[in-house]
């Protein structure tokens, strides 16, 4: 049986490492045309080489270069089917050493930058009657925590945003799904400030790819509105 991304066109933000990596190469692994976004050129690169997938360099946080990634994927892959909004990162502190400038970097890629893609690829997808767009957020986003200030309340606010595209687009015949992963070993930790205790008993990055290859596995006449994907017993 065909799997729906067989021959899709899909957008993956963020797909240089960690999830979006994953995610990049799930979706080639079924059939799809994978657009490798990034602001890393050479992780881009060697990601868009290993997949035969399209190059796209830039910060989604900067709204020329949100919309030139989306432009460019669908000019030279004839159009745009999927976008996954996976680009984002964590800043990390108790409220009294959380500073304007953490707020306001981790909202500007995590929120903004998630909306400044999302609008591009929306009026496409209005405009063909069909498109799924997937943001990633993260289990921080149903739940807040000591030092999560910055990171909790960008995914929180994704979700939201999330919810107001669901309304609005499936009337367009576009389906919009969020991805809550729990704790997963990529760099993500690393990359904040954070330790990482390694375990094989802790969620990999290609277990998040599969959840969501599987909940885009239904028909376009329905969907999975929201998945949230944790380890079994990570203790």
Same mark, same amino acid.
């Given at each position: 049986?065909?799997?729906?991304?067989?021959?899709?066109?899909?957008?993956?933000?963020?797909?240089?490492?960690?999830?979006?990596?994953?995610?990049?190469?799930?979706?080639?692994?079924?059939?799809?045309?994978?657009?490798?976004?990034?602001?890393?050129?050479?992780?881009?690169?060697?990601?868009?080489?290993?997949?035969?997938?399209?190059?796209?360099?830039?910060?989604?946080?900067?709204?020329?270069?949100?919309?030139?990634?989306?432009?460019?994927?669908?000019?030279?892959?004839?159009?745009?089917?999927?976008?996954?909004?996976?680009?984002?990162?964590?800043?990390?502190?108790? %409220?009294?050493?959380?500073?304007?400038?953490?707020?306001?970097?981790?909202?500007?890629?995590?929120?903004?930058?998630?909306?400044?893609?999302?609008?591009?690829?929306?009026?496409?997808?209005?405009?063909?009657?069909?498109?799924?767009?997937?943001?990633?957020?993260?289990?921080?986003?149903?739940?807040?925590?000591?030092?999560?200030?910055?990171?909790?309340?960008?995914?929180?606010?994704?979700?939201?945003?999330?919810?107001?595209?669901?309304?609005?687009?499936?009337?367009?015949?576009?389906?919009?799904?969020?991805?809550?992963?729990?704790?997963?070993?990529?760099?993500?930790?690393?990359?904040?400030?954070?330790?990482?205790?390694?375990?094989?008993?802790?969620?990999?990055?290609?277990?998040?790819?599969?959840?969501?290859?599987?909940?885009?596995?239904?028909?376009?006449?329905?969907?999975?509105?929201? %998945?949230?994907?944790?380890?079994?017993?990570?203790?």
């Amino acid at each position: 049986m065909t799997h729906f991304l067989d021959g899709k066109r899909a957008l993956v933000t963020g797909a240089s490492s960690g999830i979006g990596r994953a995610i990049a190469k799930a979706f080639h692994a079924h059939g799809s045309t994978v657009g490798v976004g990034g602001r890393d050129a050479a992780r881009v690169a060697d990601v868009a080489r290993e997949i035969d997938g399209v190059e796209l360099v830039g910060d989604v946080a900067v709204e020329a270069d949100a919309e030139r990634i989306v432009d460019d994927f669908a000019e030279r892959t004839g159009g745009l089917d999927v976008l996954v909004n996976n680009a984002g990162f964590g800043r990390f502190a108790r %409220l009294e050493d959380t500073t304007a400038e953490d707020m306001e970097a981790v909202w500007r890629t995590n929120v903004l930058g998630a909306f400044l893609v999302g609008r591009a690829a929306a009026r496409r997808m209005i405009a063909q009657r069909s498109g799924v767009i997937v943001n990633v957020a993260s289990t921080a986003g149903l739940r807040g925590f000591a030092g999560g200030s910055a990171y909790a309340s960008s995914k929180f606010a994704l979700r939201g945003m999330t919810e107001c595209w669901r309304d609005e687009l499936r009337r367009h015949d576009v389906r919009v799904l969020l991805v809550n992963p729990s704790e997963v070993q990529t760099e993500f930790a690393t990359r904040a400030g954070r330790t990482q205790e390694p375990s094989p008993k802790k969620l990999v990055a290609e277990d998040i790819a599969d959840a969501l290859v599987g909940a885009l596995g239904v028909d376009a006449r329905g969907f999975v509105p929201e %998945l949230s994907v944790f380890a079994t017993n990570p203790f």
